[in-house]
T-cell receptor, first 110, second 114 residues
Framework: QKEVEQNSGPLSVPEGAIASLNCTYS??????FFWYRQYSGKSPELIMS????GDKEDGRFTAQLNKASQYVSLLIRDSQPSDSATYLC??????????FGSGTRLLVRP | DGGITQSPKYLFRKEGQNVTLSCEQN?????MYWYRQDPGQGLRLIYY???????QKGDIAEGYSVSREKKESFPLTVTSAQKNPTAFYLC?????????????FGQGTRLTVV
């Protein structure tokens, strides 16, 4: 079982819709969870971090964490074509390793 | 400007040659990481360091070596033992050993074997 799992996509949504990205992780001792956005050929940029169960909102982005289910998600409201990118879920596990999923490619159709 | 600097941006290696990728940060971060990314794939952890003079192997350390002699520097050497080194290499840093810390990336080095 991979430590951090994501659906590779592509996830295609129309402009203005909500995009929902999901991630599961295997280490129950993990305490820190992150979402990064990566445009083709560029390095990842941090868009959200979450540490406690529940929701965390920042502008059009909402991260959700459920430690009991070992599940993290990212919602992007009012999706724009500029949101088209690969979204990487990352988990800092109980040994302080920062582990990434393989990413979900998001395509926002104008 | 504070940030993480990776150099060079592009690097070409002949087969059988060792090459060293540079990663420097002026953020006063304790922790530093090296990742490898292959086309269409996620990031795989090569080595990480939580503090000066200490580092740990990640998931794909074979064929790579690192050093952490200074807080701001974490160079990665790709040795001739790495049979398929062509990839995008990313360096990241974060503030410390605490779990509630975010990591930030340099611009990456694209290594090609010729």
């Amino acid at each position: 079982q991979k430590e951090v799992e994501q659906n590779s996509g592509p996830l295609s949504v129309p402009e203005g819709a909500i995009a929902s990205l999901n991630c599961t992780y295997s280490d129950r001792g993990s305490q820190s969870f992150f979402w990064y956005r990566q445009y083709s050929g560029k390095s990842p940029e941090l868009i959200m971090s979450i540490y406690s169960n529940g929701d965390k909102e920042d502008g059009r982005f909402t991260a959700q964490l459920n430690k009991a289910s070992q599940y993290v998600s990212l919602l992007i409201r009012d999706s724009q074509p500029s949101d088209s990118a690969t979204y990487l879920c990352a988990v800092k596990d109980s040994s302080y390793k920062l582990i990434f999923g393989s990413g979900t490619r998001l395509l926002v159709r104008p | 400007d504070g940030g993480i600097t990776q150099s060079p941006k592009y690097l070409f290696r002949k087969e059988g040659q060792n090459v060293t990728l540079s990663c420097e940060q002026n953020l006063n971060h304790d922790a530093m990481y090296w990742y490898r990314q292959d086309p269409g794939q996620g990031l795989r952890l090569i080595y990480y360091s939580q503090i000066v003079n200490d580092f740990q192997k990640g998931d794909i350390a074979e064929g790579y070596s690192v050093s952490r002699e200074k807080k701001e520097s974490f160079p990665l050497t790709v040795t001739s033992a790495q049979k398929n080194p062509t990839a995008f290499y990313l360096c990241a840093s974060s503030i410390g050993q605490g779990r509630r810390t975010e990591a930030f990336f340099g611009q990456g080095t694209r290594l090609t074997v010729v």
